[in-house]
């Protein structure tokens, strides 16, 4: 028995008429006969009731395989969709990022559109602070998300998400100069309040107190030890403003950063992609995972 021949069953259960139903299964009548012809001398019954002009008349033994054929082609056809979807958009999406930015910012974000895409399995593939570049992406990816625009061959990037850093200080205490807070910072590589106060705004150079190479980390510091301060992006502590643990002031419209996602131009995953390029547009307060 083939799947061809449980549609014929299905479609003549359906409407017992040689010609109507030889149209719909773009067969000639006397073709659907021949095969329905074929299909009975396999099973070794009749089927149906040949009545002349009459047509067809649906016999007993035809209505219990008709019930079988339904479920089967049903099944059958779900299968299929399945597997063209996934031919088509594989369920399998591979994102890499930096630490922070893929937990407080990707995965609330997931977990609010996850619904959205039953079928796709997302894995997250961390990367150092500065270590996300287009060759990562293409060797082990099928996105990445760039702190710098980069273009080449068959890949694309797009503006993600804008950073909003600013000075993140304890609220118990509040110095008159910033040089004057206990300070601590990424490390003495990837020193952020060098980059944004000292460099930038020409603060003094303060005595560090702590270096933790993790984000989080800092503004759990920050929040647990009076007079501490740190410079962070805003995502990072959001967490901790909600709960009056930490205070956020802006250093201003020149303490942004910009990320990107970079994918190939061909990237089967068109509607997640699109759905993830709407990232800064959509709030994931309430979802933050605290």
Excluded at 28 to 36: E, F, I, P, V
Excluded at 195 to 215: A, C, G, I, S
Aim: charged share 25%; hydrophobic share 40%; net charge neutral.
């Amino acid at each position: 028995m083939e799947i061809d021949h449980l549609k014929i069953i299905r479609v003549l259960m359906a409407d017992p008429n040689l010609s109507r139903a030889a149209e719909r299964l773009h067969l000639t009548q006397s073709g659907l006969s021949k095969r329905l012809q074929a299909i009975e001398r396999e099973l070794g019954c009749d089927l149906f009731e040949r009545r002349g002009p009459k047509g067809l008349r649906v016999l007993p033994q035809a209505l219990e395989l008709g019930q079988v054929a339904g479920r089967m082609l049903s099944a059958w056809e779900t299968a299929v969709k399945r597997v063209q979807r996934e031919a088509s958009e594989p369920p399998h999406f591979v994102l890499v990022g930096p630490p922070l930015f893929l937990r407080e910012v990707v995965l609330p974000w997931w977990t609010l559109n996850s619904q959205k895409y039953p079928e796709i399995r997302l894995e997250v593939q961390v990367a150092s602070l500065q270590g996300v570049s287009l060759d990562t992406v293409a060797t082990d990816a099928d996105a990445g998300i760039l702190e710098h625009k980069e273009e080449l061959g068959d890949f694309v990037c797009k503006p993600l998400f804008v950073e909003e850093w600013g000075v993140v200080r304890n609220p118990s205490v509040q110095k008159t100069e910033l040089k004057d807070y206990l300070w601590g910072t990424y490390s003495p590589s990837v020193n952020l309040v060098d980059t944004w106060l000292v460099q930038r705004q020409k603060m003094p150079p303060p005595v560090y107190r702590f270096y933790w190479e993790d984000m989080t980390a800092i503004a759990v510091w920050v929040a647990s030890t009076p007079g501490a301060a740190s410079v962070l992006p805003h995502h990072a502590i959001r967490w901790l403003e909600k709960k009056k643990r930490v205070v956020f002031e802006p250093l201003g419209v020149d303490a942004t950063k910009k990320l990107y996602l970079a994918f190939k131009r061909n990237n089967p995953h068109k509607k997640l992609i699109h759905e993830f390029l709407q990232l800064q547009n959509v709030d994931i307060t309430e979802h933050e995972l605290r």
